[in-house]
């Protein structure tokens, strides 16, 4: 299993701002997850952030909006820019823990994010 | 991206009830996984199953992977106040990177 935590928990900001969440993991790992979670609702997966290139987004997902760092094997960074009250959610890091990088993952707890 | 549907949405039983919580998709996933996450926290894993027809059991907990593996089921028995939570299934294709996650289906145990 991995411990993972994030920094930090929860934040209130202002629109038009950028928040950047840091998320360390405590063994080395290929692969880190990163969600987003609304209010009441299910996780959608933002981008995959593998050590040494791009981030990979999904649908609906930009560089621009949500840039990613991934410097080492046990730390990445997401940066939720220009923010809006829309971006109000919980976001989530996450790492694949088997052998093909999905098969648990296991995940931080979170950090809630309210946009004013 | 692959949906996931999760029935019910929400569940309010009485501690000592049973229930059956049911991830639906027209996809076909090389293994399913169950979560649980409470407030303030990140989602737990409970199992993963990875078989057409398996069945699976933790204590009160009972997951079947359906025969097609496009379905999933988590059956409680007698469930108890510390049940209480958001569960949420989430399916891996094969060759994917990640996980598709379901709906989610947010229990209550009332005492």
């Known amino acids: 299993s991995a411990v993972i935590s994030q920094k930090p928990s929860r934040d209130i900001c202002q629109r038009g701002t950028s928040l950047t969440i840091q998320c360390q993991v405590d063994?080395?790992?290929?692969?880190m997850f990163w969600y987003r979670q609304q209010p009441g609702q299910s996780l959608t997966l933002i981008a995959t952030a593998n050590q040494g290139s791009e981030a990979t987004y999904e649908s609906g997902f930009v560089i621009d909006k949500f840039p990613i760092s991934r410097p080492n094997l046990t730390f990445s960074t997401l940066t939720v820019s220009n923010m809006s009250p829309e971006d109000s959610s919980i976001y989530l890091c996450s790492v694949g823990g088997g052998s093909g990088g999905t098969d648990t993952q296991y995940f931080g707890p979170g950090t809630r994010l309210t946009v004013l | 991206t692959q949906l996931l549907e999760q029935s019910p949405q929400f569940l309010s039983i009485q501690e000592g009830e049973n229930l059956t919580v049911y991830c639906n998709s027209s996809s076909v996933f090389s293994s399913l996984q169950w979560y649980r996450q409470e407030p303030g926290e990140g989602p737990v894993l409970l199992v993963t199953?990875?078989?057409?027809?398996e069945v699976k059991k933790l204590k009160r907990l009972t997951f079947q992977f359906g025969d097609a593996r496009k379905d999933s089921s988590l059956h409680i028995t007698a469930a108890q106040t510390g049940d209480t939570g958001l569960y949420l299934c989430a399916g891996e294709e094969r060759g994917a990177n990640n996980l598709f996650f379901g709906t989610g289906t947010r229990l209550t145990v009332i005492p």
């Open positions: 063994s080395q790992v290929t692969m």
């Open positions: 199953v990875v078989t057409g027809g």
